[in-house]
């Protein structure tokens, strides 16, 4: 059974940094990609990068491009999100998603729990 959990969310002060973690479980690491996405309530969610655990490329939208990094440790089954220079608009709930492809972007079918992030002005 795939689990993901992630961790590290909480308040931080604009301009501050955050790094979140996604502990994955009960898959074959190097042959998924995790996505990390954001919601906010009463909008849609919003994918922040991805990441192919097979060759390590990754992928970001323009909205936190230069500001957040994706990275994985495939010898602990742990992905990274570091949040650079927050703003209050990254205020959102994060969520790690895995998805059975090498290739990050497409659908994702196994979600964690979400945590909170929390920019404050």
């Known amino acids: 059974e795939v689990q993901l959990v992630e961790f590290g969310g909480g308040p931080v002060q604009t301009g501050g940094s955050l790094r979140l973690s996604c502990a994955a479980s009960g898959f074959t690491f190097d042959d998924y990609s995790i996505g990390w996405f954001r919601q906010v309530p009463g909008k849609e969610r919003e994918g922040v990068g991805c990441i192919s655990n097979s060759d390590l490329s990754t992928y970001y939208p323009d909205s936190v491009k230069g500001r957040f990094t994706i990275s994985s440790d495939n010898a602990r089954n742990v992905v990274y999100l570091q949040m650079n220079s927050l703003k209050p608009e990254d205020t959102a709930t994060y969520y790690c998603?895995?998805?059975?492809?090498?290739?990050?972007?497409?659908?994702?079918?196994?979600w964690g729990q979400g945590t909170q992030v929390t920019v404050s002005s």
């Open positions: 998603a895995a998805r059975a492809s090498v290739y990050c972007i497409g659908q994702y079918d196994n």
